[in-house]
């Protein structure tokens, strides 16, 4: 018997597949950003500005979790386009314009549908009225030397207190 579990061949070992399929690793330059953030600006759109720059969405968001100042910089891209649409409503509203806004289309937006531009800034408007942003400078913390130093001190007027009293 035992000459027949010697004789038996190995057989490879088959690996389960990952969730992770392997999006490709970008290299994040200043130049990458700026292309990104000018897209985002101009559309209001994160999946259009990643493929305009020929990466994954995946990745963009990653890199916002991670890069405050790109998170800042995101912001600050989104609330010009929201500002762009706006104006551009506006502008199309004086000119007596219809359904459909043509004068202010790139080749990046093309025409945009008035109702669903006055539902995306209404939605937009109550999102920044109803929650504070997030993200932003991480909480700062109190050493544990100064949490004692202020629970010393309001023990001692706590102490002083009932000594007056």
């Known amino acids: 018997m035992a000459s027949e579990t ?18 490709k690793w970008v290299r994040w330059t200043a130049k990458k950003k700026a292309a990104f953030l000018d897209h985002l600006a ?7 500005s990643a493929a305009a720059i020929g990466v994954d969405p995946a990745s963009v968001y990653a890199l916002r979790r991670h890069d405050p100042a790109f998170l800042a910089a995101w912001h600050d891209a989104l ?17 007596g314009g219809g359904r459909m806004i043509t004068n202010g289309a790139t080749d990046l937006t093309g025409p945009i549908d008035v109702d669903l531009a006055l539902r995306l800034l209404a939605t937009h408007k109550a999102r ?3 929650r504070p ?3 932003g400078p991480p909480l700062l913390r109190a050493r544990p030397d100064e949490t004692d ?6 023990l001692r007027a706590m102490e002083k207190r009932q000594v007056d009293a």
Not at 8 to 23: E, M, N, W
Not at 79 to 95: C, F, S, V
Not at 149 to 154: C, F
Request: charged share 25%; glycine share 8%.
């Open 6 to 23: 010697h004789k038996r061949t190995a057989t490879p070992t088959v690996t389960r597949p990952t969730a992770f399929t392997g999006r």
């Open 42 to 48: 101009a559309t209001c759109n994160v999946k259009e």
């Open 79 to 95: 609330e010009a386009g929201y500002a762009m649409l706006e104006t551009q409503l506006i502008g199309h509203a004086l000119a």
């Open 128 to 130: 920044a009225a109803d």
């Open 133 to 135: 942003r997030r993200g």
């Open 149 to 154: 130093a202020a629970i010393l001190k309001k």
